[in-house]
């Protein structure tokens, strides 16, 4: 759904997103199967067990390795040349050791690619406030996403619980 749209039903952005959310959930999910996920922007209702995750960041690409997740999209700091990280190991900088996959280039941190993004049919987002929250509108479009901050003060142990939480790890 476009903005435009967004604009002609009169719904706020985070009451659609809400129900979007609830829409981009696994089929097959039960409501008990279903959580609601505390996040930066608010609450994302996650159903099942994520398997296909976009990750937004170098920061959050470490924490979902620590969760032992591999991520079938990323977005570095920088745009690259190339469409998959298919040599993770010399193609993401003090990470890419630790990637057992080939994830999809979903462009830069501050200029993902929703189209590239979309065409991974993620079960879940995950993204900087800082950087995608004029974003999350659409990215929740596309599947289920959870904001977090990335300043440090904030503490990575709170991210890590909340990205815990979302893949029921």
Not at 87 to 101: F, V, Y
Not at 102 to 108: A, D, Y
Request: aromatic residues 8%; contains cysteine.
């Amino acid at each position: 759904m476009s903005l435009f749209a967004v604009a002609c039903t009169g719904k706020t952005a985070n009451n659609l997103t809400h129900q979007q959310n609830q829409s981009a959930t696994s089929p097959s999910a039960t409501p008990s199967e279903c959580q609601t996920i505390q996040h930066n922007l608010g609450e994302t209702q996650i159903c099942g067990q994520p398997q296909k995750v976009v990750v937004l960041g170098p920061n959050l690409l470490e924490l979902l390795l620590v969760l032992e997740v591999q991520p079938v999209g990323y977005a570095d700091y920088f745009s690259f040349p190339y469409r998959e990280f298919d040599q993770p190991d010399q193609q993401i900088p003090h990470l890419g050791e630790r990637i057992t996959s080939q994830p999809s280039n979903v462009g830069s941190l501050f200029e993902p690619s929703l189209e590239a993004i979309a065409k991974l049919k993620p079960d879940l987002i995950l993204g900087i406030f800082e950087a995608h929250q004029n974003k999350y509108p659409l990215l929740s479009e596309i599947a289920p996403t959870l904001l977090l901050n990335y300043r440090p003060d904030q503490g990575w142990q709170q991210n890590l619980q909340v990205i815990a939480n979302a893949l029921k790890s």
